[in-house]
């Protein structure tokens, strides 16, 4: 099977992709597939969903109407700003400036009425909340002051902090770090959320990505099985694939967690797509669980072509 074809015959927002992340394809190449996420395929798809309020589905963080009884709706505003981020849509585009705008103006989080990139008060939301403010220029300053201060002692956070938890999540860490890692790319961060973001990293890598620190145990399973989208969830991949977008040289402690991605490649060169988070969606963009996975195989591959280097 010729993988690289098989992940090119696809949507332009993951065409170009594979072509900037696993080709020599050229800047101008993989750019001019770029520009198609806002007028083809999945990326035009989800805008036309956006409603005149600015909302997705009539809600922030959850629909107007929550009547999934699988599990948490996955079709409101974040999520859907989340996959528009995956899709790589220009966040300068004419499509983009103008979601977004709507949001800005209209979208308001169902825990206090705050602005949308204000942020709420649960870390792994105001996470995600970072992320989109960064990736598509809102100012987010504030809320990445407050997940700086909100710092546990033992390097990471936890929605339950409110509630008395003392010990972080794996779960609420990696929103926090993807978004602190694209605040900084996006403004410099500051000295303290830098500082943060090297503390949530230790954090993870002091326990391989994987593993109890005061056991060595494995902590849990489902972070072997990898999907997608990850909505909220911690998975050994989307840990990887975090520190590759964050750069640099990789770290040893990342080893085994390498190794568990290497070990998951199907002998036709693909990773299946696993643990399908329950909810209602917009559209699908795999076949199921247990089928080859085009995001999956574009994901574990980048990894290991940044893993093991040139």
């Not at 080709?23 to 198609?36: G, I, N, Q």
């Not at 956070?157 to 409110?162: K, L, P, S, V």
Request: hydrophobic share 35%; charged share 30%; net charge negative.
């Amino acid at each position: 099977m010729d993988v690289r074809a098989w992940l090119l015959d696809s949507d332009p927002a993951l065409r170009w992709q594979v072509l900037r992340d696993l080709t020599d394809a050229s800047p101008e190449v993989f750019l001019a597939e770029r520009e198609l996420v806002a007028t083809r395929g999945w990326g035009a798809r989800l805008l036309a969903l956006q409603g005149a309020d600015g909302q997705w589905d009539g809600g922030t963080y959850w629909p107007a109407l929550d009547d999934d009884p699988d599990g948490q709706p996955w079709t409101a505003t974040t999520y859907s700003l989340l996959l528009l981020r995956d899709f790589g849509l220009r966040p300068d585009s004419r499509e983009a400036c103008r979601a977004v705008t709507l949001v800005r103006e209209n979208s308001r989080w169902e825990e206090g009425n705050q602005p949308f990139f204000d942020g709420e008060v649960e870390p792994c939301i105001n996470g995600m909340a970072v992320a989109l403010g960064a990736y598509f220029g809102e100012n987010v300053d504030r809320v990445v002051e407050r997940l700086a201060r909100e710092q546990l002692a033992d390097g990471g956070w936890n929605c339950e902090a409110e509630r008395g938890s003392t010990r972080s999540s794996f779960h609420t860490t990696i929103c926090v770090l993807e978004g602190l890692v694209g605040h900084e790319r996006a403004t410099g961060g500051t000295p303290e959320s830098r500082e943060a973001r090297r503390r949530g990293e230790e954090y993870l890598l002091e326990r391989r990505l994987l593993r109890r620190k005061s056991t060595g145990a494995l902590i849990s399973n489902d972070w072997l099985q990898f999907s997608y989208p990850t909505r909220w969830f911690y998975d050994v991949l989307r840990g990887l694939d975090y520190f590759r977008s964050a750069g640099g040289r990789p770290d040893k402690r990342l080893a085994e967690a390498v190794d568990v991605v290497r070990s998951k490649q199907q002998p036709n060169g693909t990773w299946l797509l696993e643990n399908t988070h329950p909810g209602k969606v917009h559209f699908p963009l795999e076949a199921g669980d247990g089928q080859p996975s085009r995001w999956n195989t574009l994901r574990a591959l980048r990894v290991l072509r940044w893993y093991d280097g040139p």
